[in-house]
Every structure is written in structure tokens, then in C-alpha cells.
């Protein structure tokens, strides 16, 4: 701001809060912290220098915008341009939780569908290993 630039997000500057969870994760290395990618692949993501990493889940930080283009392949939008949410959960795709989207965009809202995601997120990654292990 000092130099005139444009603001950026507080979270790409700073990082996400460090709590007893995130540290954890880190340091287990089921969280680890990366520039924005290029496009998705069925099993991951690619950046522009060609490098590739397989996820299992892509956590998308855009600092409460509606920055949502990027998932435009996914087919989320319905015919009036918004996306169909139950909870967190986009209708379109069972997969996509939008944490801050819509009525949840605010720091209180995003905090308690943050919660809730994680507890859906959790359920249906249970009821996979389920299916998988049959």
C-alpha cells in the first residue's frame, strides 16, 4: 500500500492462521500451502512450468470475493448465472463445497459454514472409504 500498489489478499500475504490444526497438518503433510495452478486433471492439478501434483482435495482461498470462474468447466452455474447450493454444497457436483459464496460471505458466516463443510467433507470421505473398501 505504501507504494501505491493495489491491496492484496491478507491471507496470501500472511498465510492461512497458524492454529494447532494447521501447524499439524503441515507438518504431517496433509496441508501444504501452493502458488495458484494452471487447470485441474482428473487427478490433480498443473502448473504453467509444466509441474504436476496428484490431490485428493483442492482447498481454494480467494479472500470472501466471488471468484469462481475457474471452476466454470464443473458446469456449477444454473441459467440465471448463480449456482444451487445446499449448505456448502453445490447441487451440480457433490464434491464442491463454496465456503464464504453467497450468504456465508462474511467472516462469521464463512467461519460457521467453514465448520459445517468440513463436517460434510468428513462424511462423504468416510462414506467413500466405505464404498472403496467393499
Given at each position: 500500500m505504501?507504494?501505491?500498489l493495489p491491496p492484496r489478499s491478507v491471507v496470501g500475504v500472511t498465510g492461512p492462521a497458524m492454529t494447532d490444526a494447521v501447524r499439524r497438518a503441515r507438518?504431517?503433510?496433509v496441508l501444504e500451502r501452493l502458488p495458484l495452478f494452471e487447470r485441474t486433471?482428473?487427478?490433480g492439478v498443473v502448473w504453467p512450468d509444466g509441474r504436476t501434483v496428484e490431490a485428493d482435495v483442492i482447498l481454494y482461498?480467494?479472500?470472501?470475493r466471488a471468484?469462481?470462474?475457474?471452476?466454470?468447466?464443473l458446469?456449477?452455474?444454473?441459467?440465471?448465472?448463480?449456482?444451487q447450493m445446499a449448505g456448502t454444497?453445490?447441487?451440480?457436483?457433490?464434491r464442491v463445497r463454496l465456503v464464504g459464496y453467497g450468504p456465508s460471505a462474511s467472516t462469521i458466516g464463512a467461519n460457521r459454514a467453514g465448520r459445517a463443510a468440513v463436517r460434510d467433507v468428513r462424511q462423504l470421505l468416510v462414506r467413500d472409504t466405505v464404498a472403496a473398501a467393499r
Open positions: 505504501r507504494k501505491g507438518e504431517s503433510g486433471t482428473p487427478t482461498a480467494t479472500g470472501f471468484a469462481i470462474d475457474h471452476l466454470a468447466p458446469k456449477l452455474r444454473e441459467p440465471g448465472g448463480g449456482i454444497r453445490a447441487l451440480r457436483d457433490a
